[in-house]
């Protein structure tokens, strides 16, 4: 016999509400798993281009150093008096190392040792100047700058090396 009270296929129609809950509940974690998916995927591409923009911000500190450096030669050393007196760039160069780039801070630390004996030469090559002793200004001159020199290219070589392994 078949039962036709009002409760026997109350079970039966339930299926399609109970269905289409549960194919919302699995579309709405779908969804937020690409949804977070691709929140993680843009957070890295922005890490990525906040290390390339302050891997170029380092570079460019390096070459303003260096500028500042030629700057405090040519004023102290040779007398020219139109190089204008600035601070040195060198601790912004030392930050973003520090931060961003710990792995190249001993490399900046013996690109600082080089530039302090290229800034002794320049100090002895004033004392020169002064005392009028322009004959001799220069001697010592290419053994000062020679290790600061190379110890500018390595660094930069490496950072050049860095971007094009960690950065592309």
Known sequence: MIDRSPMAGSDASLWPVVVGG????????????????????????????RRADKLEELVAAIYDFDHWLDGI???????????????????????????????????VAELDIAASQRQVWISQAAGKRLDNDIANLNIGQSEAYRPYAEEREALLAALGKFAREELQ
């Open 73 to 107: 030669q040519s004023r102290r050393a040779y007398g020219e008096q139109d190089v204008p007196v600035t601070v040195s760039p060198f601790a912004k160069l030392q930050a973003i190392t520090s931060i961003y780039f710990p792995r190249f801070s001993i490399m």
């Open 22 to 49: 549960l194919l919302t509940l699995a579309g709405t974690a779908a969804g937020s798993v690409v949804t977070i998916i691709r929140e993680i995927a843009q957070h890295r591409r922005e890490a990525k281009k």
